[in-house]
């Protein structure tokens, strides 16, 4: 019996096969990790469900954006996120509010019909800006706090963190974005508990 070709292809030496067919480059993945957990001592206060960040469709993408100005989109040719950017900072989001212990739940969808409190987001900017003195990973979002009983907002904030790369390589750039991100998702959890009801004296 003949095997259809991309089977043949598929078990061919040699990396990349696939992606080659598939006209598509190798690229190493890179996944961001959540900051140092804040703790709270206080009881939990209920069920919060982390909704899906809206991007605009550049960054609803697993590439890695870069800016060479201000009106232009590039992507890191050798590298990827391990998933969309969306979905990757809902994870760090959830992971990390989980861990303060505010909450009886934290995750992406409700236990039941509803939670108590969502968190919408829209991000801005996730991406590395290129000059020539060097590079700038750059990170915003729009995020508020939604009472799920009355559809009321209960908090709005901006978030902003920029952070320098060692240079304009992708082992340059990693890191930093890497730096960012776990101060913009530790801005936005110590700003979510505290919507919450949970006082700063109550988290460390």
């Known amino acids: 019996m003949r095997l259809p070709l991309i089977l043949l292809i598929a078990t061919l030496p040699g990396c990349g ?9 190798d690229r190493d993945l890179f996944e961001l990790r959540p900051p140092p957990a804040l703790t709270c001592s206080r009881s939990r206060v209920g069920e919060l469900v982390v909704e899906p960040p809206k991007a605009r469709a550049t960054l609803d993408s697993n590439r890695i954006m870069i800016r060479p100005s201000a009106l232009q989109t590039q992507y890191l040719p050798d590298a990827e996120w391990g ?10 989001l959830v992971q990390s509010l989980g861990a303060t212990g505010a ?3 934290v995750g992406r969808a409700p236990l039941g019909l509803s939670g108590d409190v969502a968190l919408i987001s829209e991000i801005g900017n996730f991406n590395a800006e290129l000059a020539p003195e060097g590079a700038l990973v750059r990170l915003t979002v ?8 009355d559809a009321q907002v209960v908090s709005r904030a901006s978030f902003s963190v920029a952070v320098p790369a060692a240079g304009t390589r992708t082992a340059d750039l990693i890191p930093a974005f890497d730096t960012a991100s776990q101060q913009l998702v530790a801005q936005m959890t110590e700003w979510a508990v505290r919507a919450s009801g949970v006082g700063p004296g109550g988290c460390s």
């Open 17 to 25: 096969a696939l992606s080659a067919l598939q006209g598509e480059p």
């Open 83 to 92: 998933d969309t950017v969306p979905a990757m900072l809902q994870r760090l």
């Open 103 to 105: 909450y009886g739940h």
């Open 142 to 149: 729009e995020a508020q706090m939604v009472s799920e009983m």
